[in-house]
């Protein structure tokens, strides 16, 4: 079989990108402060990172150009931002396993949102999908009722509808530029944290890890993904993404020592293989009907 270079390009930027990222949860973490404080840092670096390279790249950069899609990036910078604030919520108040495995049926919920709102055709075996992620939050959901863990998990439930909302915005916007998307995410995550955090107050050890974490991490990671997207099929970037939900608990439990809950194993398992299996079919469609244009 023809390896495709382009292909095997954007499916390295990706397994690197997600690689990088799922770090994410463990340096929240190591950071050892209150969420909303290092949700304050984590967007003023993301904001100077990415707003540095914006402003070098602002000649090469295309902007939108009708009211429609400046509305959609205002849009989509207000999801991003504030989901980057839930996400560190969530993990602040819950299992990391917890936050990750919810936030993974993201793109499930993303196809059922543009079924429901859009009126976009959802194959059968999509629709069986999000039924078994649904049933995997819930038994994620049975390990922390009446427990402290239970507002973490509320709230990446609340990130996953967030994240889909915002999948299904960029989905519907392809021409829109990523990297000033990141830069209005960041601000709009500051902005939402600044009146009740208390920043300037965190020890030097913590402001290093959220440094390491906004300066380096998180712009290099969504770099690689953003420029891996142009060369993937959308399953295939799904797949590749799972690679964060498997890995982020394992940081956090090589280094801290943090168990998983059984529960968040079974539930897991269940939106995992859900999406793992969505995604390998959708491929398999995606590549015999790119077969079939080609003999045409």
Not at 1 to 13: K, W
Request: net charge positive; proline share 5%.
């Amino acid at each position: 079989m023809q390896m495709d270079p382009a292909r095997n390009h954007g499916l390295a930027l990706a397994i690197t990108g997600v690689f990088i990222l799922s770090f994410d949860a463990l340096l929240i973490r190591l950071a050892n402060a209150g969420g909303l404080d290092v949700s304050f840092w984590r967007g003023a670096f993301v904001l100077i990172t990415t707003g540095i390279i914006c402003w070098f790249r602002r000649r090469h950069m295309s902007w939108p150009d009708t009211r429609r899609l400046w509305l959609m990036a205002f849009a989509i910078s207000l999801l991003y931002g504030a989901n980057s604030v839930l996400f560190v919520l969530s993990v602040t108040h819950t299992h990391v396993a917890n936050t990750v495995v919810i936030l993974a049926s993201a793109p499930l919920f993303a196809a059922a949102i543009s079924w429901l709102f859009f009126r976009e055709t959802t194959p059968k075996r999509t629709l069986i999908s999000i039924v078994c992620a649904i049933f995997g939050v819930l038994v994620v959901f049975s390990a922390s009722i009446g427990q402290p863990g239970q507002l973490g998990d509320f709230l990446a439930l609340i990130l996953a509808v967030g994240m889909a909302t915002m999948l299904t915005l960029l989905r519907r916007a392809p021409s829109l530029p990523r990297l000033p998307l990141l830069a209005s995410a960041g601000l709009v995550t500051l902005l939402i944290s600044a009146p009740f955090a208390a920043p300037f107050e965190l020890s030097s050890t913590s402001l290093g890890w959220l440094a390491l974490m906004g300066l380096v991490q998180i712009p290099i990671a969504s770099l690689l993904i953003f420029s891996a997207s142009r060369h993937l099929p959308s399953p295939e970037v799904s797949l590749v993404l799972l690679i964060e939900t498997v890995m982020g608990p394992v940081w956090v439990w090589w280094v801290l020592n943090e168990q998983l809950p059984s529960r968040t194993l079974l539930g897991g398992a269940l939106i995992l293989g859900a999406i793992a299996v969505n995604s390998i079919l959708s491929l398999r469609s995606y590549r015999a009907g790119k077969s079939r244009r080609k003999g045409c």
